[in-house]
């Protein structure tokens, strides 16, 4: 087989590896459970026994690997191949990911922060092939970003150049996880579409999320997208609010 080269994405709960061609044909791909408590030894050590699992399950062999790269979430020095502080990876401090997978595989890493991962994908295989200048939003707990200028990855100032989802669209809005009031994450992420239909809920709004929340205790972001397919009307001021926090910031990255 000619070149192979493995994409491993290191979140919180699972590490998603997949294996590509040299045309970056998805070839396999498998998840395993992350179990961050056990620390970073461990979580390398089944990081690189299931990269070896999937290529032998795909018949790979691993001299056919050119490289591997990873994405994890931030913050960390990309440069030097360090996670600093992983919100979602309580045990990883300081940790130098890039070398403790480069020697345990014994190939070359790159390593990246997962929102430009994604975004670097889909520019070069995905919905951004062929254009110079793309924005690239993933929504999930939370609202990351990736900005792709004159064909180059945007990285700035200590990486941060496309913390997107920290952007105010609404001074004195919302409180946000990071700190700052009214930033898009704090009214357009899953959590917080969760967030926001629970204390309409909460606070007397009637909804049929209601018997949901008295009975479960909590609402979930799908929830309110079940809700609102079904005709309930706050949910589906729950989802235009969501749905005009994303356009928001969408027309002003454009
Ligand atoms: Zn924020």
């Known amino acids: ?29 498998t998840s395993v459970a992350t179990k961050a408590d056990m620390g970073p030894e461990v979580v390398v050590d089944r990081m690189a026994q299931a990269v070896e699992k999937l290529l032998a399950d795909a018949s790979v062999c691993l001299r056919d690997v050119r490289m591997a790269g990873i994405g994890t979430p931030g913050p960390a020095k990309y440069k030097e191949g360090i996670i600093i502080d992983a919100a979602n990876l309580p045990k990883f ?37 062929g254009v110079e200048d793309m924005v690239f939003f993933t929504l999930g707990t939370g609202i990351g970003g990736g900005i792709v200028s004159n064909g180059e990855l945007l990285h700035g100032s200590d990486d941060n150049a496309a913390e997107l989802g920290h952007t105010i669209i609404y001074p004195d809005g919302r409180l946000c996880g990071c ?17 926001r239909a629970t204390e309409a809920v909460r606070s007397g709004t009637a909804s049929s999320l209601k018997k949901l929340l008295d009975e479960d205790g909590q609402i979930s972001c799908k929830d309110v997208y079940e809700h609102l397919a079904a005709g309930d009307e706050l949910a589906r001021q729950i ?9 928001i910031i969408c027309v002003n990255m454009l």
Do not use: H
Not at 98 to 116: H, T, Y
């Open 1 to 29: 087989m000619s070149e192979v080269f493995v994409g491993i994405d290191l979140g919180g709960t699972n590490i998603k590896i997949g294996c590509f061609d040299s045309d970056m044909k998805l070839i396999s791909k």
């Open 93 to 129: 401090k300081n940790v130098p990911i890039r070398r403790m997978l480069s020697e345990q595989l014994g190939k070359p890493v790159v390593f990246e922060n997962d929102a430009n991962t994604a975004c670097w994908g889909e520019y070069t295989v995905g919905a951004g092939k």
């Open 179 to 195: 700190g700052q009031k009214g930033c898009v994450e704090a009214y357009a992420s899953a959590s917080s579409t969760a967030a």
């Open 239 to 247: 989802t235009d609010g969501t749905a005009k926090a994303i356009a």
